[in-house]
T-cell receptor, first 110, second 112 residues
Framework: SQKIEQNSEALNIQEGKTATLTCNYT??????LQWYRQDPGRGPVFLLL?????KEKRKERLKVTFDTTLKQSLFHITASQPADSATYLC?????????FGKGTMLLVSP | NAGVTQTPKFRILKIGQSMTLQCTQD?????MYWYRQDPGMGLKLIYY???????DKGEVPNGYNVSRSTTEDFPLRLELAAPSQTSVYFC???????????FGPGTRLTVL
């Protein structure tokens, strides 16, 4: 079955630095991949969708890459702010459904 | 637009009781989903629907049932609640596949 892995340890960085989160997957070749943000006690919020032929996608301070050879997606937040502190979920976009990773908690300290 | 709404926000059930979690969206989305999220775990898909009258099982459907009689509503039914169903339940919707999903605020369910 398809497996999706995100770093289970929290990522601690200082304000202003670039945060990089990793999403690895096996046993699957999705044509799309999505990233979501989840704050404590709330539902996930969509951030970005990237297609397999796009390699890289940007939205304001966010950047996502998608390497189908390595079966890996990287999610970058540049000039990070304490308000970026949250859990970030990677999701494989398959046939009508998403398969989510467990998420990586990002903590940005002032 | 209210987006995706879920009721109730919290509920405590006794083992063996039944209940229905309500989900409504006002975005005229065709696709709707039910997920459960356990502490430290990712979202697990329970059931989904690609349109009114069409439902399909996700990864963890046992112990649950759904129906989709209208575009707006997608209720999740728990029959004979068990402690293993203690979780946070999220409903989501999207216009079509390979689109962003919009999530509701969740229902926190405890089965004792």
């Amino acid at each position: 079955s398809q497996k999706i892995e995100q770093n289970s340890e929290a990522l601690n960085i200082q304000e202003g630095k670039t945060a990089t989160l990793t999403c690895n997957y096996t046993n699957y070749s999705p044509a799309y991949l999505q990233w979501y943000r989840q704050d404590p006690g709330r539902g996930p919020v969509f951030l970005l969708l990237i297609r397999e032929n796009e390699k890289e996608k940007r939205k304001e301070r966010l950047k996502v890459t998608f390497d189908t050879t390595l079966k890996q997606s990287l999610f970058h937040i540049t000039a990070s702010q304490p308000a970026d502190s949250a859990t970030y979920l990677c999701a494989l976009d398959g046939y009508s459904t998403l398969t989510f990773g467990k998420g990586t908690m990002l903590l940005v300290s002032p | 637009n209210a987006g995706v709404t879920q009721t109730p926000k919290f509920r405590i059930l006794k083992i063996g009781q039944s209940m229905t979690l309500q989900c409504t969206q006002d975005m005229n989305h065709n696709y709707m989903y039910w997920y459960r999220q356990d502490p430290g775990m990712g979202l697990k898909l329970i059931y989904y629907s690609v349109g009114a009258g069409i439902t399909d099982k996700g990864e963890v459907p046992n112990g649950y049932n759904v129906s989709r009689s209208t575009t707006e509503d997608f209720p999740l039914r728990l029959e004979l609640a068990a402690p293993s169903q203690t979780s946070v339940y999220f409903c989501a919707s999207s216009y079509r596949e390979h689109n962003e999903q919009f999530f509701g605020p969740g229902t926190r369910l405890t089965v004792l």
